[in-house]
C-alpha cells in the first residue's frame, strides 16, 4: 500500500539557519505530494504541494521538489523563523482513488530558537 | 468562507462508555473525511464520505466505531464503548469532488481522553 516515511524529530534549529526535512514516499501510479503544517493548537493546514514529477511547491519561503527518481519530496526553507515552530507532515494522495484521501507520514516537530 | 467546524474540542470519557464526535464541512464539499491522531503520529483515515455515501471504511474498527452523513452534509462519528487506545484526536476534513489538486481543509479537531 501508499507509505510516507519522514525524517524523525524532533528537530531543533536557531533562528535564520537551513531547513531541510526528508520525506520519501511509496505508491503504486504517480500520486501528489503535499507538505501539511499544524501549528500549536491550530488545525492542520496545506503548506505546499505538487502534482507531477520535477514540480516544485513553494509557500512562506517552504520550497519542495517532486523527485520521481528518488521517490522523494524533501521540505527546505533557507532562513526559518521563530513562527516557523510547528509539526509538519509530509503526505501523498493517489491520484487513481475517487476524492482526495491522504496518506501521511508521522510529522517532524520543528523548534526554531530565538 | 467558514471552515470545518467539529465538536466538541475536549471530551474526557471512561472507558466503555460512549462519545460521538460532530463535523460540519465547508459549503459545498461533497467529500467528508475522518482521520484519527494518536499522539506523536500522523493523521490516519478512519472514513471518507462522497455525499452521503461510504467511499472507504476499511481501517474503521466497526466493532465499536460507527459514522454516518446525513443528507451529505453533516457527519457523526460515533465510539462506543471506548477503549484506553481510542484517545486521539479527531479530525474531520472536506475536499471538493474529485479536486485533484488533494488539498484537504481540516477542523481543528476533537480531542479524546478515555480513562
Known amino acids: 500500500g501508499d507509505s510516507v516515511t519522514q525524517m524523525e524529530g524532533p528537530v531543533t534549529l536557531s533562528e535564520e539557519a537551513f531547513l531541510t526535512i526528508n520525506c520519501t514516499y511509496t505508491?503504486?501510479?504517480?500520486?501528489?505530494l503535499f507538505w501539511y503544517v499544524q501549528y500549536p493548537g491550530e488545525g492542520l493546514q496545506l503548506l505546499l504541494k505538487?502534482?507531477?514529477?520535477?514540480d516544485k511547491g513553494s509557500n512562506k519561503g517552504f520550497e519542495a521538489t517532486y523527485r520521481k527518481e528518488t521517490t522523494s519530496f524533501h521540505l527546505e526553507k533557507g532562513s526559518v523563523q521563530v513562527s516557523d515552530s510547528a509539526v509538519y507532515f509530509c503526505?501523498?494522495?493517489?491520484?487513481?482513488?475517487?476524492?482526495?484521501?491522504?496518506?501521511f507520514g508521522e510529522g517532524t516537530q520543528l523548534t526554531v530558537n530565538p | 468562507e467558514a471552515g470545518v467546524a467539529q465538536s466538541p474540542r475536549y471530551k474526557i470519557i471512561e472507558k466503555r462508555q460512549s462519545v460521538a464526535f460532530w463535523c460540519n464541512p465547508i459549503s459545498g464539499h461533497a467529500t467528508l473525511y475522518w482521520y484519527q491522531q494518536i499522539l506523536g503520529q500522523g493523521p490516519k483515515l478512519l472514513i471518507q464520505?462522497?455525499?452521503?455515501?461510504?467511499?472507504?471504511d476499511s481501517q474503521l474498527p466497526k466493532d465499536r466505531f460507527s459514522a454516518e452523513r446525513l443528507k451529505g452534509v453533516d457527519s457523526t462519528l460515533k465510539i462506543q464503548p471506548a477503549k484506553l487506545e481510542d484517545s486521539a484526536v479527531y479530525l474531520c476534513?472536506?475536499?471538493?469532488?474529485?479536486?485533484?489538486?488533494?488539498?484537504?481543509?481540516f477542523g481543528e479537531g476533537s480531542r479524546l481522553t478515555v480513562l
Open positions: 464520505f462522497q455525499n452521503n455515501g461510504v467511499v472507504d
Open positions: 505538487a502534482t507531477k514529477a520535477d
Open positions: 476534513a472536506s475536499s471538493l469532488v474529485n479536486g485533484g489538486t488533494g488539498e484537504l481543509f
Open positions: 503526505a501523498l494522495s493517489a491520484r487513481e482513488t475517487s476524492g482526495s484521501r491522504l496518506t
Open positions: 505508491a503504486t501510479g504517480y500520486p501528489s
